[in-house]
């Protein structure tokens, strides 16, 4: 759930390894120290002329604003299994820590 919406980080997966400039993509959900949940997109670019707001411009026309992950992490490639999946337990960990008090 992402504020109060229920999100499938499969679905926003697959929108995110549809976009041209995408070579392979994991979406991950986190929750942070508040409970919080949020997610995390691992990208390998097609290109080195990759651009994060060019990609997120182009999910924001596929999806709507609380399923664009929050945080992107650029590998050059994804940690294999020996089977041949993903090992998301080997994918660098982004947390999100804190409080915000107005």
Known sequence: MIMGKRVESDEVENVLCD???VETA???PQTDTDGLSYLVAYVVPRS???SLNTLKRSLADHLTSFMIPEFFVTMPSLPMTPNGKV???ALPIVRKEGRLYA
């Open 19 to 21: 976009q041209r400039e």
């Open 26 to 28: 994991v979406v991950c």
């Open 48 to 50: 080195k002329r990759f």
């Open 87 to 89: 090992d998301r337990r």
